[in-house]
């Protein structure tokens, strides 16, 4: 492997984008295995399923804008929590175009049944950071999404 002196070669794990990518995917994969192990759920439904703990009766539009995904994907995962007896759908009665998401009995048990495990994993991944620094790392995650919202660059 060639090594280049050259900055414009950096290392991509030099890059801030890189190393977040990077431990987005192994966040990720942990978070499937555990759910795997536990239940036929994905990561998004698991997700969605605690915005919804969160956001009792949201409609489709409030989730996307909270979790930062396209609607469409939403909207496909919507159908089919609802296919597998996890979410009710009911249209506003103002503005037929507008649905309103709840949890059902099962989806509930299910965040019930899981809950205790992803607890344990939030632990673990903390285990080793301290109150101070997780406090730094949430400021800093916030600068990061507020310098990614800039759209143009000289």
Known sequence: MTYHEDPSYRAPTSFVTFKLARLQSQ???????????????????????????????ASLTEIAEHVQMDKGQISRKI???????????????QDQRVQHLQL???????????MPTMQTR???????????????FYEV???????????EIE
């Not at 759920?41 to 969160?54: C, D, F, G, N, P």
């Open 141 to 151: 995650v916030d600068k990061l999404e507020a310098a990614a919202q800039v759209r």
């Open 104 to 114: 059902t009995q099962a989806a509930e048990a299910l965040s019930r049944r899981i």
């Open 122 to 136: 939030q632990r673990l991944l903390l285990a080793d950071v301290s109150a101070a620094d997780l406090q730094i």
């Open 27 to 57: 966040l990720n994969a942990q978070a499937m295995a555990l759910l795997k192990s536990k239940s036929d759920l994905t990561l998004v439904e698991w997700r969605l399923i605690q915005v919804l703990r969160m956001f009792e009766n």
């Open 79 to 93: 159908t089919t929590m609802v296919r597998k007896g996890l979410l009710r759908v009911e249209r506003d009665k």
